[in-house]
């Protein structure tokens, strides 16, 4: 079964900065990775598919790269409107879409 | 508008049954696969379920399957979760979301906003 981690568990940035989260799947899952952005009280939101396809009105200052099992989802020029948990999610094989425990962006 | 609308979601005992819905409007419905996440209180996303457009497949996560019934009607454009033998665990904020109808390298593109299950002891 693929097992989905993230690093780190939360982070906190200030506005302007560049911020990097990792996401590690347990075997080799091409590049069948989804990353989604939960801002406080909303339902989750599709930011970057296959693993850096950047989703229809998503802001470029997202970027999402890698391939194989290591995955990196990129904001540049943080903004307020970025503060929110951050999840990847394979889409290789069965188990399908097992999602990562997440990752909190704060704004210091 | 392409929009979903969850609905179903209350007060349940535990050990008690439930039905979600969720409506979905302004695409072909029965052109997508649909799947079912859930979110327990100050915790990660959870998947819990898919079925296929045309209803014929479907894919439970976990220890899903014994207790949750993943269904459709295209002739309503709605999807259901039926669950069974209800536990303080499942308690959540349920989603759907839509997918598309091949699964290996797919995404989730549309969210509904969820609806809510208690389950009380």
């Known amino acids: 079964e693929i097992q989905m981690t993230q690093s780190p568990s939360s982070l906190s940035a200030s506005a302007g900065e560049t911020v990097s989260i990792t996401c590690r799947a347990s075997q080799i899952i091409t590049s069948d990775l989804n990353w989604y952005q939960q801002r406080p009280g909303e339902a989750p939101r599709l930011l970057i598919s296959a693993a850096s396809t950047l989703h229809n009105g998503v802001p470029s200052r997202f970027s999402g790269s890698g391939s194989g099992t290591d995955f990196t989802l990129t904001i540049t020029n943080l903004q307020s409107e970025d503060i929110a948990t951050y999840y990847c999610q394979h889409s290789h094989s069965l188990p399908f879409f097992t999602f990562g425990p997440g990752t909190k962006v704060t704004m210091k | 508008e392409v929009q979903l609308v969850e609905s179903g979601g209350i007060l349940v005992q535990r050990g008690g049954s439930l039905r979600l819905s969720c409506a979905a409007s302004?695409?072909?419905?029965?052109?997508?696969?649909m799947h079912w996440v859930r979110q327990a209180p100050g915790r990660g996303l959870e998947y819990v379920a898919s079925?296929?457009?045309?209803?014929?497949?479907?894919f439970y996560a976990g220890s899903f399957e014994d207790r949750f019934t993943i269904s459709r009607d295209n002739s309503k454009n709605t999807l259901y979760l039926q669950m069974g033998s209800l536990r303080s665990e499942d308690m959540a904020i349920y989603y759907c979301a839509r997918g598309e109808d091949y699964w290996t390298g797919s995404h989730m593109d549309v969210w509904g906003r969820g609806t809510t299950v208690t389950v009380s002891s």
């Open positions: 079925v296929t457009s045309n209803g014929g497949s479907k």
């Open positions: 302004g695409f072909i419905f029965s052109d997508y696969t």
